[in-house]
């Protein structure tokens, strides 16, 4: 097969994106010829960085060999397809919380590293805390210390906005600002673990000078959402398409901070081309910024036109995992004054991903 193959010929709504970000004018030409290794490549953020920098390989002719560390190589071929075939994306099975084996499956050199490996279910958070705080801590551990083995010349480790905590204020959230964290709440072992996570990067920094760089992410959805995705996003999403009313289990008064897959992405290189060592940089649209309960008023009236409702059935307890509820407002002027700007608004997010599904007939 030609490099000449595009990256997701069957959705032209995430191929527009992944040029989008080739297209872009960050600094791209210093990651030519060089080896970059991406973690939790078969998860949604994980796979769409894949997905663009085989298109910066195909548009720049850049000659990034791409090392994809997945666990289940079916469901890597599910999500790639012919696009393996192509000779620039390399898949690299091996379990995060297995050293040696790590150790063995990424045998060449590495220049960067782009660790987006994470437990993301809220339902897995709640249902198994051990293996999530496990898979967190140990596989950035084994992570970094692969990072270190391999002398990469950047690592970006992606943490979360969860991390700043039950934060009640008016003023944009940033990166020096932390809130609390109830660490006799199950569902903290989330933000306690990425917060773990941070501080093993920041140790790593101090101690062996690895250049590490930490991307917090708010929500993250748009074109490329992948099958069983059950985000808040995706489940207001599917109603609209299938024209049921939108459940809330929760009433909805959590502010939520999003940002578009493809700004994602273009945030990450961002951090990793141009960030600083030691770093902390929260990736986010401000303009996004929402409650639960009106995101689905919006979806509702503006994305289903008033065909469907906003109904409430909240449990007594919390058997869904959600997140502690938060009054936040993430400020992205760190990552703006490195020359990162978001491109799309909320509305534009839900159309672009809902025809993405529609491509994909996960609708």
């Given at each position: 097969?030609?490099?000449?193959?595009?990256?997701?010929?069957?959705?032209?709504?995430?191929?527009?994106?992944?040029?989008?970000?080739?297209?872009?004018?960050?600094?791209?030409?210093?990651?030519?010829?060089?080896?970059?290794?991406?973690?939790?490549?078969?998860?949604?953020v994980g796979s769409e960085t894949v997905r663009a920098l085989a298109c910066i390989n195909r548009k720049r002719k850049a000659g990034i060999t791409i090392l994809a560390l997945i666990r289940n190589p079916k469901k890597a071929e599910s999500i790639y397809g012919n696009l393996l075939n192509r000779g620039d994306i390399n898949i690299v099975t091996g379990d995060?919380?297995?050293?040696?084996e790590l150790s063995h499956a990424v045998r060449v050199p590495v220049d960067y590293i782009?660790?987006?490996?994470?437990?993301?279910?809220?339902k897995t958070m709640v249902t198994k805390p051990v293996e999530t705080i496990n898979t967190a801590i140990e596989g950035t551990r084994n992570m970094l210390e692969i990072a270190r083995m391999k002398n990469v010349k950047s690592f970006v480790y992606l943490s979360s906005m969860e991390v700043y905590g039950r934060m009640d204020t008016k003023e944009p959230v940033t990166e020096e600002m932390q809130g609390y964290v109830d660490p006799l709440a199950v569902r903290s072992n989330y933000p306690l673990s990425k917060r773990m996570c941070e501080n093993l990067c920041a140790a790593y920094y101090a101690e062996y000078g690895l250049p590490v760089r930490i991307a917090r992410l708010a929500q993250t959805f748009g074109a490329g959402v992948l099958p069983?995705?059950?985000?808040?996003?995706?489940?207001?999403?599917?109603?609209?398409?299938?024209?049921?009313d939108i459940v809330l289990h929760t009433k909805g008064t959590s502010e939520g901070n999003y940002c578009y897959t493809a700004d994602t992405v273009r945030g990450l290189l961002t951090i990793l081309t141009k960030g600083a060592d030691g770093e902390a940089y929260n990736i986010a649209n401000e303009e996004t910024h929402t409650t639960i309960a009106d995101m689905a008023e919006f979806a509702a009236h503006t994305l289903a036109e008033d065909k469907i409702r906003v109904v409430f059935d909240?449990?007594?307890?919390?058997?869904?995992?959600?997140?502690?509820e938060t009054h936040m407002t993430l400020s992205s002027s760190k990552l703006r004054a490195l020359g990162w700007e978001p491109h799309y608004n909320l509305e534009q997010c839900y159309r672009r991903m809902m025809e993405s599904m529609k491509a994909r007939g996960l609708s």
């Open positions: 097969m030609s490099m000449l193959e595009k990256e997701c010929p069957n959705d032209g709504t995430l191929q527009e994106d992944l040029e989008a970000v080739a297209d872009s004018d960050l600094p791209l030409t210093e990651l030519s010829g060089s080896t970059i290794l991406v973690t939790g490549a078969t998860g949604l995060l919380l297995r050293p040696d782009i660790h987006c490996a994470a437990v993301t279910a809220s069983g995705e059950n985000r808040v996003f995706a489940q207001f999403a599917r109603s609209v398409m299938e024209g049921k909240i449990p007594e307890s919390n058997t869904y995992g959600y997140a502690a």
